[in-house]
C-alpha cells in the first residue's frame, strides 16, 4: 500500500487507487475542499514534493487553466488518485483559512 507523507506529520499508509483528498480527511488531515470533490474551487491543491500522481486529467486541467495554476507541481488532491508513495505540502486547510471544509467528496 502507498505511503502518503504530509510535510509535519506521521506517513498515512493508504489503499492503492483512493482519492488524494480522501485519503487525507479519513485520517484527520487538516484539509480544505470548498466545493466538494467537484474541480470548481482548488481549495484542496497540494504540493507535491516526492512522488507521481498521474497524469492531469480534463477537468482538473480546465480548473488550473481558469485559476491561472501553471506549476506542475501543483495538483488539486480532489482529482488524483495515489497509485505510488507520495509526498505533499498542503496550501489551504480549514485552519488557517477559517472556512468549513466544505462537503465529503465523493469516491
Known amino acids: 500500500m502507498p505511503l502518503i507523507q504530509v510535510e509535519g506529520k506521521q506517513p498515512i499508509e493508504v489503499e492503492e487507487g483512493k482519492k488524494l483528498v480522501l485519503a487525507l480527511e479519513d485520517e484527520g488531515v487538516d484539509v480544505l475542499h470548498r466545493c466538494g470533490g467537484n474541480a470548481r474551487c482548488t481549495t484542496c491543491a497540494v504540493e507535491v514534493l516526492t512522488g507521481d500522481l498521474g497524469v492531469i486529467g480534463e477537468a482538473e486541467a480546465t480548473v488550473r487553466q481558469n485559476k491561472g495554476i501553471e506549476d506542475p507541481s501543483i495538483r488539486l488532491s ?27 467528496p465523493q469516491e
Open 78 to 104: 480532489c482529482q488524483v488518485r495515489v497509485h505510488e508513495d507520495v509526498s505533499i505540502r498542503l496550501i489551504k486547510t480549514v485552519g488557517s483559512t477559517g472556512l468549513d471544509a466544505g462537503p465529503r
